[in-house]
């Protein structure tokens, strides 16, 4: 058996089946089959074992290599503790002239080696503060969301209105699908809002039509406008202002989260000071994985990153179907772009590696209680009861993968409470 060495994972071993066990298999199979061969001159399971064995021969070979040769690899395996990471291929499997079975087998382990401490470590980080202008600032988004909108009476649109419109855009050479909306709203002279919409419609009053050219820009979000020319004809329905509400104990009661305006900003400032620790908590996790891995040098198992790599292109794909894209019809080197994900794949692959063994040392678990609240929170976010979820999980053979992912964060925390953690003032 060859071991791993400082650049590979790879383990191979060469086995050998007696041939006394070969040879047992062999007259069971043959057995079998002389039960049920048809053979010209025999009745039915008449027919002598020896023929069986010289006209089947391939087919029994194929039978006892099936057999025989999973068991023998598993007992090779567990005797000399080596647990692979994905299916070992069989190799090269030789018939011996005095009847024993020779056949090699190649797969990847986890690597061996000494983890380095782990339990002193220490970082720096920078601070993180929440200002009054940070609460102010959400504070107004939260005016802009309840913002309502006034109807104008009186005079034309002008840039800062929201003019509702009726319109159809027919694109240009008649190929493609018309536009058509009857209550579209169109905020006139906004950055976001395409020039000729904003040139046409200014000075428009309610009631008026207008026609005009559209040509949309070739990195415009919507792909199916993209680049593309549209010939609208428009209706001004209505013109309108969007009103801020007043700052004060009345927008605060109809926010549904305090009674009065300083009760609110308090209420804010505490929602904001938790997101600022859970990000600091992350950068500090970052931190430790990233001390970690310059402490520990190992190889890795390239199945593992190729893995990572499809897992992350995946998530790429899936991304795109839920923003209603056809990842058929996108102009993506996928080849590339999953190439391009190695290293952050390796890095991952790596961190995985170190936290558990960590967990292994520090003998850190995920309890069924643990397991049942992650079961419970994803069911909760699909909509579907824990035992469905349960269900699909094991289906999809990632019920394992959730359990093992619930360890490496169960150990990141307890690393996180074990580090030492500066805040340092920032450079510059």
């Not at 025989?68 to 994905?86: D, F, H, I, M, S």
């Not at 087998?105 to 601070?127: G, H, M, N, S, T």
Request: hydrophobic share 35%; proline share 5%; glycine share 6%.
């Amino acid at each position: 058996m060859t071991e791993t060495t400082e650049t590979t994972c790879w383990k191979e071993v060469e086995l050998e089946i007696p041939a006394d066990k070969v040879q047992a298999e062999i007259e069971k199979i043959a057995k079998d089959l002389a039960r049920v061969a048809r053979i010209p001159g025999f009745r039915p399971g008449k027919a002598p074992v020896t023929l069986i064995r010289r006209r089947f021969s391939q087919d029994i070979k194929n039978e006892v290599v099936q057999s025989l040769v999973p068991e023998r690899l598993e007992q090779a395996l567990g005797e000399a503790k080596l647990v692979p990471v994905t299916r070992p291929r069989i190799e090269k499997v030789d018939f011996d002239p005095d009847g024993a079975v020779k056949f090699k087998a190649r797969f990847e382990v986890l690597p061996e080696f000494e983890l380095a401490d782990y339990k002193d470590l220490e970082i720096e980080l920078e601070p993180a503060e929440v200002t009054d202008a940070d609460v102010d600032g959400a504070i107004e988004e939260m005016r802009e969301h309840a913002a309502a909108f006034i109807p104008v009476e009186g005079r034309p649109i002008q840039d800062g209105d929201y003019a509702v419109l009726k319109m159809t855009g027919t694109p240009e050479g008649g190929s493609g699908e018309p536009i058509r909306m009857d209550n579209a709203l169109c905020h006139v002279g906004s950055e976001e809002t395409v020039a000729a919409f904003t040139e046409n419609l200014r000075g428009a009053n309610p009631g008026e039509h207008r026609r005009f050219e559209v040509q949309y820009p070739a990195d415009y979000p919507d792909r199916k406008l993209a680049g593309k020319a549209f010939q609208f004809a428009t209706e001004v329905i209505a013109v309108k202002e969007r009103k801020l509400p007043e700052l004060n104990d009345d927008f605060a009661k109809e926010t549904g989260e305090a009674e009065t305006l300083e009760e609110l900003k308090k209420k804010i400032r505490e929602r904001l000071e938790a997101a600022r620790d859970e990000r600091q908590k992350n950068r500090a996790q970052d931190k430790i994985i990233d001390l970690l891995l310059g402490r520990n040098s190992f190889p890795i198992p390239e199945t593992l990153v190729e893995r990572q790599m499809d897992g992350r292109l995946e998530r790429a794909v899936r991304r795109l179907i839920a923003q209603g894209v056809d990842p058929r019809a996108v102009n993506v080197d996928w080849v590339a772009l999953r190439q391009q994900q190695r290293e952050r794949a390796e890095g991952d692959v790596r961190a995985e590696i170190l936290l558990d063994r960590i967990a292994d040392a520090e003998k850190i678990e995920v309890s069924e209680e643990e397991l049942e609240r992650e079961l419970q929170a994803l069911a909760e976010r699909s909509g579907e009861n824990v035992a469905a979820v349960r269900a699909r999980l094991t289906r999809e053979g990632a019920a394992d993968t959730m359990k093992s992912k619930l360890r490496s964060e169960k150990t990141l925390d307890w690393l996180y409470q074990q580090a030492r953690i500066r805040t340092t003032p920032k450079q510059g």
